[in-house]
Structures are given as C-alpha cells and as structure tokens.
C-alpha cells in the first residue's frame, strides 16, 4: 500500500493504489434540496438502473429496475454496448416519469462501473482493461463516462453524468453513508477489493487489492498450490489478479471443482469445473455430517452419485479452499485497518462496510473471515471493529458520489423536473431520441 501511495509501479511490489477522487465527508448542503439521482449499476450480464433520491435521514428512496444486457452488447463494440445502457435508462426514466420538460432541465446520472479504472476526475476515468467476460471493442484505453454521455446524447435523454466509480469504491461509500465511523469498505463476491479514506490525501482510495501477487515479490507471499497455478495458467489473464483468484467466488468454485476431479476417480471425466460454484460449495457446507444431503445434492448438480465417504471428501475441500480464502481475505483487511490506524487512535470503533454474495452468503466463509480478523486484530482492537452489511452498495454509493459532486459544485444551478423538483445541475441541453433495445426484467421494487 505504502508503495502505491509513493507512485511506484505494479512490478516493484506496489498496489495500485488508483485515486478514485471521490470524498467521503457529509453533504454540506440541505439534503432535502438535492435532486434525484439516476444511478446506473453495471458489473455482470443484468445491470440495474435505480432512481436515487437521498434523505436527510439516510433511509434513501430506491426504486429499482433490471435489465438484461445482450451477449452481442458484451462482445461487440462499445458504441453499441453504451448504446444499449443508454437505451435502458431512457426506458428506465421515462418509466418513473422524470422525463426533463425543457431544454435547460438536466437528470443527474452516476454509474458504479464494475472495471478497473484510471480516474481522472469524479466524472471522467478510463477502462485499464476489461474483465468478467466483457469484451467490447473500443472501449479500453477510453474514457467511460465520455462514451456514456455520448450515447445518452444519441438517444436524447435530457441528462448528464456527474460521477463514475467501481463497485467497491460504491460499497464503501454506501456504508460510510450509513456510519460515518466506516473506514474500509470491501467485496467479496465475483472477485475482491478495497477501498478506503486515505487522509493524506483526502481522498477515497481503489486498493485492488485483488492484484496482490503479480509480481515476483509478493506472489511468494501467497498459498498457491499447483491447482492454484493451472487455474491462473488457462486464465485469459494469467499471472495478474492472482489474489482475487484465490478468493473470488467466481474462483473458488473452479478450484474446487479441479481439485475434488483430482482426488476422486468418478469425477475424472465429468466436466465439474463451470458446475461447481461458491454458491454450491456454500449449500454443501450448510448441510454439515448429513452426507446423505451432499450426495443428493451432488447427483442433482451434477449428475452423478458419490457414496458418502466420496460426499466426505467434496466436503472437506470446499471447507478447505474456503477457509484459506476467508483468512486470506481477513488478512487483507486488518492490513488496511493497521495503515489507517497510523493516522489514528486504534481503539476507537470503527466499522468495515462489506458487499458482495460470497461474504452474505457464504456462512462458513463469513464465520472463519470474522474470526481470522479477530485473531490478526488481537482482543483490544478487534473489539474495536466490526463488520457491517452494505445494501444496495453500487446505487447508492454512486448517487452518493455524484450528489458529492454537485454538492461540491460552485456552478451548479437548479433546474425543474416534470415532478416539481429542484434539481442543481450544470448540464447542456442533448436532442434526438431513439427506442429502448433492452427491457426490464423486473419492475421497480
């Protein structure tokens, strides 16, 4: 971390360490006088578009819709893949009735951008690389929130975006909305990161900390074992995010499965690596002693019956690969926890704010990650700490951080919206307009 925070390169040992040039104060102005925020969540194949209108006492208004993103928007180019995005918000917005009445009225967009990134504002930060089964030509190297402007423009929304930011600099923003003593928030789910209040520079910090070991230095700090190797070797990015590999859901789940085709001969040439998943190594570990449940379950999800000392042994390496991921994962964040308490008391309390479907859902994962902490932390300041569940991390962090933005905003002015409300944005007018390509999967909630 410190060798980040110094500017040095990801061969040398250093994290990332990205500015995301996000805050993490309160909103100086009148909560009540902000607008409402559309906020784009895209990460996976379903993205959600939710409208976001925060209240002075935190229980923000969400009102949610999904879609479904085509295969050809992931794999094609970009300017079709925004175009879809673009599309679905303007569905989205003319749903809720927010559709701007003039010219001069502007929605606010945010969009929490699962990816890695390169900030060079709130509102402007470039795709380093694509990831999670995203391919989209034109789009690495470029500015993501210019591409998304431009296909708002095209489908003629009246609207601009304010703020972009990943998943889990959303996350952390979520929770320090909710408790402003949150000082790391952090994923668990497809892969693993951090993020942070970095007070020397008074700025939210990315960690990527799911790169950790991609230089010869620190890779040898890691567990790998010779599973560990072919899964990062047949990767499409070998030799990088060798950590998120050994904790990511998307991850342990294919490691199990190489490893229990390994030890047992009825597996040898049934494909069990896509089948098997956190999710079901989660279910199976719930079942405890009862081998007679694992065996059924294996049959259904996998289509063949294992006697129970076979049903034993899937066991024993789920827990297994789980375990070191859970301490792994604990073991990053009381790093984070000892470079902030440099800067501070280290007794007193302070929350982490988690996300993601492996530390929510994956009980025994949750259980050894809370109690390795505990062990790292010592008894003082684990006593000092707790973990807390984000909801809702990627919308409402991003209509956090864009409401930052305006909030911040010396040239901001109000604007009327089709509802009545005030809404302080500095937008251009946009024209055109085209239908939505995709369509809501669900309603809003």
């Excluded at 972009?164 to 600099?169: E, K, S, Y």
């Excluded at 995010?241 to 597996?267: A, D, H, N």
């Excluded at 956090?400 to 944005?425: M, R, W, Y």
């Amino acid at each position: 971390m410190k060798l980040g925070l110094e500017g040095k390169q990801r061969g040398e040992g250093a994290l990332a360490m990205r500015p995301t040039f996000a805050e993490a104060q309160p909103l100086r102005d009148n909560v009540s006088q902000l607008p409402v925020i559309y906020a784009i969540d895209l990460g996976g194949s379903n993205f959600r578009v939710v409208r976001a209108q925060l209240k002075e006492d935190g229980a923000d208004d969400l009102q949610r819709v999904k879609f479904a993103l085509p295969e050809e928007a992931k794999l094609g180019s970009g300017h079709e893949l925004f175009l879809a995005i673009a599309r679905s918000l303007k569905s989205a917005i003319v749903s809720f009735g927010d559709e701007a009445d003039s010219v001069d009225s502007k929605i606010c967009v945010a969009m929490a951008f699962s990816f890695p990134m390169k900030h060079n504002s709130i509102s402007s930060a470039v795709l380093t690389r694509w990831t999670k089964g995203f391919a989209a030509r034109g789009v690495e190297g470029q500015d993501v929130a210019s591409l998304l402007q431009h296909a708002i423009d095209e489908v003629g929304i009246q609207a601009k975006v304010v703020a972009l930011i990943n998943d889990t600099v959303a996350a952390f923003l979520a929770a320090r909305r909710s408790d402003h003593r949150c000082c790391l928030g952090c994923v668990f789910g497809t892969g693993t990161n951090g993020a942070y209040l970095e007070k020397s520079k008074d700025m939210v910090i990315d960690i990527n900390w799911g790169d950790f070991g991609s230089d010869l230095e620190s890779v040898s700090l890691l567990p790998c074992t010779e599973v560990d190797l072919e899964l990062d070797g047949e990767s499409p990015n070998p030799g990088e995010m060798r950590f998120s590999k050994l904790v990511g859901g998307r991850f342990i789940g294919e490691i199990t499965g190489r490893i229990v085709q390994k030890l047992i001969p009825e597996l040898s040439q049934v494909n069990v690596r896509d089948k098997f998943t956190a999710a079901l190594m989660a279910e199976i570990e719930s079942m405890g002693s009862d081998k007679q449940k694992v065996s059924a379950l294996l049959l259904s999800e996998l289509g063949i019956q294992l006697n129970e000392a076979r049903a034993e042994t899937v066991t024993q390496v789920c827990t297994m690969v789980a375990t070191r991921a859970a301490k792994l994962g604990a073991a990053a964040i009381a790093a984070v926890l000892q470079h902030v308490w440099q800067e501070g008391n280290p007794t007193s309390m302070v929350s982490v704010g988690v996300e993601g479907s492996v530390v929510k859902e994956y009980n025994a994962f949750r259980t050894t990650l809370e109690e390795t902490l505990k062990a790292l932390l010592g008894k003082e300041q684990s006593k000092a700490v707790r973990l807390v569940d984000v909801e809702d991390g990627p919308p409402t962090g991003a209509a956090f951080a864009a409401a930052q933005a305006l909030d911040s905003s010396t040239t901001a002015k109000p604007t009327a919206l089709k509802k009545k409300q005030q809404v302080p944005t500095k937008c251009a007018p946009h024209t055109d307009s085209t239908e939505p390509l995709t369509t809501p999967q669900e309603s809003r909630t």
